[in-house]
């Protein structure tokens, strides 16, 4: 059945009727040129009144569209067509159940088909709700769905994904002052991020939440009393944990307390700029005389969660993309990628479109090209023996096509090894 995104009565804002035909490649054109978002809007619109433009484009208009509400200062107009657009997502799942001609906000929808990208539905569910438990249990229940459709193979995409929506969770907790919830909220991730597997996104995300229990420790001191001890109390507490904090970390809080006003206010520049060297014991005075307040925590969340979604560093104060990794073998385990119980015939194919995936996503680029060694390393052992685990590198090659659309693309192939079991990711050297 086909989803319900065109319909006139999910905008809260129609533009006027044009003759003009609009493409998604003059979508992409305009953003890039960054035309005036009003008139990125409309375009928005007309396209998805476009019977040509498929479903799946379409719902990517859709979070293209309540983005571009949200960066033109039409905050009201994205949380209503949010609704709408919820609303009607949830009907087309739930038709025998629904009743019809009556004001309400539905739940978000299961998306059991998988055809809604995910960072539409956290957009939605920002948009379409109040900040309070209620969200909370909703965002609970998207990590539920998460973690069921996820495979061991998705794990850093799961738990970039968590990661986010532990903070989402964070935020509804700091805007109600439950500052308790939230010191055992995080101090309970903190235990489970030391079972789990480590690495680079690993260490960030425990020196992120860490700095945050720590601030949400000084806000439940203070609720309770706000005694001579404080700040010996604070500093005898966390010291040791303030002192393992990553330099990122605390770049990023000086940041916003440099450019973000406690109170929204007193939001007119200029503001004191403040060095990424602060000590625990200024930290607690600035929690202690409302330096740091629910808008600062937001707004450090709000840049940790572009750095999750986007992959971007903050560099002298401003969100700039992380540089891509160069030269890496990496094992690739086929049959955590739903390769198993594939009919014979379908096992090559479907291991060439997840190796393409694994390196899209580790590459960052869409142009993905595969050595013809890889091939012949995957029918080697005859139309039922396609390997469940492969060694490959992936390496960025120049591309010097004249109508490339990307500038590097990403070309994979087969590392000879005994045996793929147990290897990890290494980068490889320019002289191997």
């Known amino acids: 059945m086909e989803l319900p995104l065109s319909n006139s009565s999910l905008f809260a804002r129609i533009p006027p009727s044009s003759s003009t035909t609009f493409t998604l490649e003059q979508l992409n054109a305009d953003i890039d040129a960054q035309k005036p978002f009003s008139s990125l809007i409309d375009m928005t619109f007309h396209l998805l009144q476009d019977p040509s433009v498929g479903s799946e484009n379409k719902l990517k208009l859709w979070k293209i569209r309540l983005t571009l509400l949200l960066l033109g200062s039409m905050l009201p107009v994205a949380k209503r067509e949010a609704v709408n657009l919820n609303n009607a997502l949830y009907d087309s799942e739930n038709q025998s159940i629904t009743e019809k001609n009556t004001p309400r906000v539905n739940p ?7 055809l809604i990208d995910h960072e539409l539905l956290v957009l939605m569910l920002r948009l379409k709700s109040t900040p309070n438990m209620n969200l909370v249990n909703e965002f609970y229940k998207l990590s539920y769905q998460l973690r069921l459709r996820s495979s061991s193979a998705d794990r850093e995409t799961l ?37 789990i597997k480590k690495g680079d996104h ?33 500093t005898k507490e966390y010291g040791t944990y303030y002192d393992g904090l990553l330099d990122s970390t605390k770049e990023a809080l000086s940041t916003v307390l440099s450019q973000v006003a ?7 520049p200029p503001l004191e700029e403040y060095q990424s060297d602060l000590s625990l014991e200024q930290l607690a005075q600035f929690v202690k005389v409302g330096t740091i307040t629910s808008r ?63 390196a899209t996503l580790h590459m960052r680029t869409t142009d993905v090209r595969l050595d013809p060694k890889l091939n012949v390393a995957l029918w080697k052992r005859g139309v ?47 002289d191997e």
């Not at 978000?108 to 998988?114: D, S, V």
């Not at 406690?262 to 007119?268: A, R």
């Open 108 to 114: 978000l929808p299961k998306n059991n088909n998988g």
């Open 384 to 430: 039922q023996g396609v390997p469940f685990r492969l060694r490959l590198r992936i390496s960025r090659k120049r591309n010097d096509e004249e109508d490339a659309k990307e500038k590097l693309f990403a070309l994979v192939e087969p590392v000879p090894v005994a045996s793929a079991k147990g290897l990890h990711t290494t980068v490889v050297e320019d």
């Open 296 to 358: 600062t925590i937001c707004s450090l969340l709000g840049i940790w969660d572009l750095q999750y979604c986007y992959r971007f560093q903050l560099k002298d104060a401003r969100l700039i993309p992380d540089e891509i990794k160069g030269d890496s073998d990496n094992s690739l385990n086929l049959a955590e990628r739903k390769l198993h119980g594939v009919h014979f015939k379908k096992r090559a194919p479907k291991a060439v479109k997840e190796i393409k995936k694994f």
């Open 202 to 234: 690993y260490t960030q995300h425990a020196s992120n939440v860490t700095l945050l229990w720590i601030i949400a420790g000084c806000l439940l001191r203070l609720s309770v009393a706000k005694g001579p001890t404080y700040l010996d109390e604070i």
């Open 159 to 195: 738990f970039r994904r968590l990661s986010r929506i532990s903070f989402d969770v964070a935020v509804v907790l700091v805007v109600n002052k439950s500052y308790a919830t939230l010191v055992n909220l995080l101090g309970s991730i903190l235990h489970e991020m030391k079972l």
């Open 262 to 268: 406690p109170l929204f206010q007193n939001s007119e």
